[in-house]
C-alpha cells in the first residue's frame, strides 16, 4: 500500500513537472484594450499546462515595444483597438517576427475587415463570439503551424469580396474536381471558350494567377 502510494506521489510529482517545464515553453501577448476581456482570457490562457500570459497591451502602439522585451511565441490581438492601424501592426509583426504566430480576434461581421486580416498574415482568424474550448482548439492548430480560418468567417468573407455567379460557382467546383475545359464544356452545353471566360473571372475576382491558387484560394473561402 505504501509502495503504491508512493508510486503514485511520484507520478504526480513527474507530471507537475512535466506541466511546469511546458508552462514556461509559450509565452503570450494578450492585446486588446478592454480590460475584462483581457482578465478573461488570461485566466482561461494561465489554467492550461504550457500557456502563459507574460505580457498585455492595451493599445496598439505599445505592442512593438513588448515583443522587443518578451519572446513571445503568440499574441491574441484584437481588431478594433487605440493607438494605430490593427491590421498594419499585424503585418509588421508578422514580417519582423518570423517565428510569430498571431490569432486575430474582432467582434466585427464585415468580411472586408475580415479579408484584410486574412491578408494581413493572420495565423487565425476568428469572431469574439468563440467559446474558450474553440480558441484553446484554434491555439493548438496555430502553433503546429495551420492556418486557422472559422467557418462563419469564411462565409462573410466570402459573401464580401467573391461575388460569383452561380455558373462560376459551378465551374471553380469542377475545376476542383479535376474537370478539363472540355469536361466542363459538355456537362454545361456550353463552348470551350465560354468556360475559358468563366476561369478568367473566377481568377480575377478571386485574385489569383493559376489553378493552383485558385483552388487554394476556393477552399480557404469554403467555396468548394
Known amino acids: 500500500?505504501?509502495?503504491?502510494?508512493?508510486?503514485?506521489?511520484?507520478?504526480?510529482?513527474n507530471s507537475l513537472q512535466q506541466c511546469m517545464d511546458k508552462k514556461a515553453s509559450m509565452?503570450?501577448?494578450?492585446?486588446d484594450d478592454h480590460t475584462i476581456f483581457r482578465h478573461g482570457l488570461k485566466l482561461l490562457l494561465d489554467?492550461?499546462?504550457?500557456?502563459q500570459v507574460v505580457a498585455?497591451?492595451?493599445s496598439l502602439d505599445v505592442v512593438s515595444s513588448l515583443l522587443q522585451q518578451h519572446p513571445i511565441d503568440l499574441m491574441i490581438l484584437d481588431y478594433n483597438m487605440p493607438g494605430g492601424?490593427?491590421?498594419a501592426v499585424l503585418s509588421y509583426c508578422k514580417h519582423r517576427y518570423a517565428d510569430l504566430?498571431?490569432?486575430?480576434?474582432?467582434?466585427?461581421?464585415?468580411?472586408i475587415v475580415l479579408k484584410q486580416l486574412q491578408d494581413a498574415s493572420a495565423d487565425a482568424v476568428l469572431r469574439k463570439d468563440v467559446s474558450g474550448s474553440e480558441l484553446l482548439?484554434?491555439?493548438?492548430?496555430?502553433?503546429?503551424?495551420?492556418?486557422?480560418?472559422?467557418a462563419d468567417v469564411q462565409e462573410r468573407i466570402a459573401e464580401s469580396i467573391t461575388n460569383l455567379t452561380p455558373r462560376e460557382l459551378q465551374t471553380v467546383n469542377m475545376i476542383n474536381d479535376g474537370l478539363t475545359n472540355t469536361d466542363m464544356a459538355k456537362r454545361l452545353?456550353?463552348?470551350?471558350?465560354?468556360?475559358?471566360?468563366?476561369r478568367e473571372n473566377l481568377m480575377r475576382k478571386l485574385q489569383v494567377s493559376n489553378i493552383a491558387q485558385l483552388i487554394h484560394k476556393a477552399k480557404l473561402l469554403g467555396l468548394v
Open 1 to 13: 500500500m505504501l509502495d503504491k502510494c508512493h508510486g503514485n506521489q511520484e507520478e504526480n510529482e
Open 27 to 31: 509565452n503570450i501577448l494578450l492585446a
Open 47 to 51: 489554467s492550461q499546462c504550457g500557456y
Open 56 to 58: 498585455e497591451a492595451a
Open 85 to 87: 492601424d490593427s491590421t
Open 101 to 111: 504566430k498571431v490569432i486575430a480576434l474582432t467582434g466585427s461581421e464585415s468580411g
Open 137 to 150: 482548439l484554434c491555439i493548438t492548430k496555430v502553433m503546429a503551424g495551420q492556418v486557422v480560418v472559422s
Open 189 to 198: 452545353n456550353l463552348s470551350a471558350k465560354t468556360i475559358d471566360k468563366h
